[in-house]
């Protein structure tokens, strides 16, 4: 008979001390189908942004290094023939900013904001920076703004260009 | 077995055989060594407000443990009916044979008159309900009982209110009837119907206007045909009661060890299926860590492959503007700047020549109706001491509108 109680009592025990461990883990449970709810809604979001993004035909990115310089390259080039004085610096250069500084776009992605800025006859203006666009436009970048300006017979143009690379 | 009921030590009745009158000191001779008998005796009867755990508190509260003995049995919550007996008596009696049963004689009489009328031994509440249902149909019929055995000049009077054993007691000579109501008066018992097994009596309790009938029950005494039927109202002997405690024990660590099992069974299943429901949410969150990775890595991988067409993609260009407005322009104004962004559009600002031609904002207007840039254009006319500045605002096309979709509503 007092085995019989000393196993009730065992067993009461033994039931609060699953009870309790069971209450941890339903917290724990609940806890992690929350965070597994964020998982999911994140895989989700980067399940469209590759599909979107297969969409897209196929232009690798070089390495960082390499976009900008060539973009540096092909402008100042571009400048020469075409006989514009063209300049390539930090978007926030008139803030101090003193180094072309790459930072993480996207995923796999570096940006780095330059300013493009080309001075040019106001004759055939039009046609120059026509060649300087098409140019531009087999580069990895993205033209955000372009602003042109006439300042007597000279056009100034300038250019708010991000450089990609990885 | 022997049957004999014990009224008092001068007068027993031999309930069996040919039946007959004895004294407690004459029983040796009615009884062989080793020989079983039952013998019912009238008690002190007791209605006690106690419960199971506090009875014996009660109990010995009225009656002095030791020289007495009790058997009580329940009839309302809390309420117990309690036949109280001498303990000098029962061990005499245990003393007589081999195996010895002593029970209380009202209890056998209760049991006499329930095989009369099942109904009789209804549990209160169902006497309750049949009271109201009959109260309707008929003149209710009480449940109040006097039962008179009569032994020569001794009579043995028992009162009953259904279940309830009001009052039990030996008269010894004098006048029935008299003592009868004595009984009623003392039980507060309000016409209850009679029962004797003695005709003559039943006789004359009709001449005097009771309610007297004459049960249809072996024997002379009406409870001594059922004696055996009340045995689980026996008094215990110490063993007995030793035995039933424990036995009682047994059943409620039994119970106890039930419920302990039972609560660890629940318990354990709680805890499988919550473990199981835990386990499925690592899995999957482990699932999902690595296919994210994955497409991390795969997103990462991809953007690297195509950015540059979307970077491309995203690109504003103006030389065809430029071109647009360096021919469409008239005479009388000059392109001073144009600008282009993504967000804001297309913002030219054109300056009046000084000294041209009469020129108005309309003239603008029908200049550029054909353009294929600045048709639409908002035009903001701003005037600065003698210049005249032209500010034309293009809004960019919504990604949709571009691709043809239908505007919205």
């Known amino acids: ?166 | 077995m022997k049957k004999f009921i014990v009224i008092s030590p001068d007068l027993i009745w031999v309930a069996h055989g040919e039946g007959g009158v004895t004294t407690l000191d004459d029983l040796p001779n009615h009884l062989q060594t080793k020989e079983d008998a039952l013998f019912a005796i009238l008690p002190q009867i007791q209605r006690v407000v106690a419960t199971d755990r506090t009875l014996d508190t009660v109990m010995a509260q009225t009656f002095s443990p030791g020289e007495n003995s009790f058997r009580a049995e329940p009839l309302e919550d809390n309420v117990f009916q309690v036949y109280v007996a001498r303990t000098e008596l029962l061990d005499r009696l245990r003393s007589l044979g081999r195996e010895v049963f002593i029970v209380p004689y009202p209890a056998a009489v209760r049991h006499a008159l329930s095989t009369l009328n099942p109904e009789a031994e209804s549990s209160l509440r169902e006497r309750t309900r049949v009271f109201l249902q009959q109260a309707f149909t008929e003149t209710p019929k009480s449940d109040e009982k006097v039962i008179v055995d009569v032994l020569g000049q001794d009579y043995v009077i028992t009162a009953l209110r259904g279940k309830e054993v009001l009052a039990v007691r030996h008269v010894r000579g004098g006048e029935p009837v008299m003592e009868m109501q004595r009984t009623l008066a003392s039980a507060r018992m309000d016409n209850p119907g009679v029962m004797s097994r003695d005709q003559d009596f039943i006789l004359e309790l009709q001449s005097q206007g009771f309610e007297a009938e004459l049960p249809d029950l072996p024997g002379l005494m009406v409870g001594e045909s059922v004696l055996d039927k009340v045995t689980s109202l026996r008094y215990l002997t110490d063993i007995e009661i030793a035995r039933e405690r424990a036995r009682q024990n047994k059943r409620k660590a039994v119970t106890a060890f039930s419920v302990g099992l039972g609560m660890l069974a629940v318990a354990g299943g709680a805890y499988a299926v919550v473990h199981g429901k835990l386990v499925e949410q690592k899995t999957r969150n482990a699932t999902l860590m690595r296919d994210i990775e994955d497409k991390q890595a795969a997103v990462s991988a991809n953007y690297q492959e195509r950015y540059a067409t979307i970077a491309r993609g995203e690109s504003v260009s103006m030389h065809e503007e430029l071109f647009d407005l360096s021919t469409a322009l008239p005479p009388q104004v000059v392109l001073q700047s144009i600008e282009r962004d993504a967000a804001a559009g297309l913002i030219a600002t054109l300056e009046r020549r000084p000294g041209a031609a009469p020129f108005s904002k309309s003239d603008l207007k029908s200049a550029l109706a054909s353009s294929p840039f600045f048709a639409s254009a908002e035009i903001v006319e701003k005037y600065e001491g003698h210049l005249v500045r032209y500010v034309l605002t293009v809004k960019p096309t919504p990604p949709g509108a571009a691709e043809g979709a239908a505007p919205a509503p």
Request: with cysteine.
């Open chain 1, 1 to 166: 008979m007092r085995a019989l109680y000393i196993f009730t009592v065992v067993f009461v025990l033994a039931s609060l001390g699953l009870g309790l461990w069971a209450k941890d883990e339903w917290e724990e449970a609940d806890r992690l189908e929350a965070r597994n709810r964020g998982l999911q809604a994140d895989y989700d979001t980067l399940q469209a942004e590759s599909g979107s993004l297969d969409r897209a035909e196929p232009f690798p990115l070089r390495f960082k290094e390499d976009a900008l310089s060539e973009l540096f390259s092909r402008a100042i080039e571009a400048g020469e023939v075409l006989g514009a004085g063209v300049r390539v610096e930090p978007r926030n250069a008139s803030m101090g900013v003193q180094e072309m500084q790459f930072v993480e776009f996207k995923a796999g992605v570096q940006r780095c904001e330059v300013t493009l800025q080309a001075g040019l006859e106001r004759e055939g203006a039009a046609a120059i920076l026509t060649m300087l666009e098409e140019e531009l436009a087999e580069l990895p970048v993205s033209v955000r703004k372009t602003r042109v300006r006439l300042v007597g017979q000279a056009v100034s143009v300038s250019m708010d260009v991000d450089v990609f690379g990885r």
